[in-house]
């Protein structure tokens, strides 16, 4: 199967869909590449729950694919 050498690479489909955008992102010729620079990055919130209650909530926020590659302490 030539189309899965990202499991070989041990990554999952959408690590590797991130990957391959950024790279094809990075490509892009001005005007292009400053418009969709918006694009790599995301704001997300993690809500924790208990017996149907929310615990607390945490906010994750103009992160980017690298911010997220690199070990959390």
């Given at each position: 199967?030539?189309?899965q050498?990202?499991?070989?690479?041990?990554?999952?489909?959408?690590?590797?869909?991130?990957i391959?955008?950024?790279?094809?992102?990075?490509?892009?010729?001005?005007?292009?590449?400053?418009?969709?620079?918006n694009?790599?990055?995301?704001s997300?919130?993690?809500?924790?729950?208990?017996?149907?209650?929310?615990?607390?909530?945490?906010?994750?926020?103009?992160?980017?694919?690298?911010?997220?590659?690199?070990?959390?302490?």
């Amino acid at each position: 199967m030539a189309g899965q050498y990202w499991r070989v690479a041990g990554l999952t489909y959408l690590q590797y869909a991130n990957i391959c955008g950024s790279i094809v992102r990075g490509a892009l010729k001005e005007p292009f590449r400053s418009a969709n620079k918006n694009r790599e990055a995301f704001s997300s919130s993690i809500t924790n729950y208990a017996n149907g209650k929310e615990l607390n909530i945490k906010q994750i926020s103009n992160k980017t694919i690298k911010d997220l590659s690199t070990p959390q302490k």
